[in-house]
């Protein structure tokens, strides 16, 4: 089996981690998460206070992004990797509401995607790794052997973020679900910096109609073609 590099793009919920996971344990690549990165920034920089009425002061963050320690461990308990932060695990601390509301803007900063870009291609240098963000396909590893551009209808997406956030027990409506992924996508969509777009050699993956079952088949089929 040929050691390649996958990566998963995409809107906000439309499956990329699940799929990415399930495609890591199937392979026995590694698997990353790369929202959990931009995520952990900026739990850092609420728990620092660094935003005012939602305005951030970005030279205050870029000054301490040196101090910044952003690493993955493996929990022995679930057998998966969890995001760490100064040597912290934060992966549920990142996974609220609060920091959803804010991680777009964080995301924008150039300086802030330098350093989560060069981590990640770190972590993929040998390969045999399953990625998921946003510009994996178009800047962390544009030469990535397997790229996928996820969507689905906004609706699908956001009841299935919905029904996740309040199986954590998270107080929530439906409504600012869909508006929090909305307004992501268009941020996401629309910044200067390594914008969300799919790679022109990326394969689209609309799974609104799809079983999670389905959509592992079809993708299995993809992955055959390159290993
Ligand atoms: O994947 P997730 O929804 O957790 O990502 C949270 C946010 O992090 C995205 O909405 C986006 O603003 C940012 N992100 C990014 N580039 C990536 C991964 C995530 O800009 N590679």
Redesign the pocket.
């Known amino acids: 089996m040929n050691k390649i590099t996958i990566a998963v793009d995409g809107h906000?919920?439309t499956g990329?981690?699940t799929l990415a996971k399930q495609l890591a344990k199937k392979l026995h690549f590694i698997y990353v998460?790369?929202?959990?990165m931009?995520?952990a920034v900026t739990y850092f920089a609420l728990e620092n206070k660094l935003f005012e009425n939602q305005k951030l002061n970005k030279e205050k963050l870029v000054a301490q992004l040196n101090q910044l320690e952003i690493d993955f461990q493996l929990n022995t308990n679930t057998n998966e990797s969890q995001i760490h932060l100064n040597s912290t695990n934060v992966e549920n601390k990142i996974r609220k509401m609060q920091v959803s509301q804010h991680?777009?803007i964080i995301?924008q900063l150039p300086e802030v995607r330098h350093k989560l870009v060069e981590i990640q291609q770190e972590m993929g240098k040998y390969g045999g790794i399953v990625m998921?963000?946003?510009?994996?396909g178009t800047v962390?590893f544009p030469g990535a052997e397997l790229k996928l551009f996820m969507t689905a209808s906004a609706k699908t997406r956001a009841q299935r973020r919905f029904e996740e956030l309040q199986t954590k027990g998270e107080e929530i409506t439906y409504k600012e679900v869909y508006d929090n992924l909305i307004e992501?996508d268009e941020?996401?969509s629309n910044r200067a910096h390594?914008p969300l777009k799919k790679a022109e050699d990326a394969v689209l993956i609309d799974n609104s109609n799809l079983s999670l079952e389905e959509q592992f088949e079809m993708i299995k089929a993809l992955v055959k073609c390159r290993t």
Not at 33 to 36: M, Y
Not at 132 to 136: H, L, N, Q, S, V
């Open positions: 906000s919920s990329k981690s998460d790369t929202g959990a931009y995520r991680v777009s995301a998921d963000g946003r510009d994996i962390v992501r941020i996401d390594s």
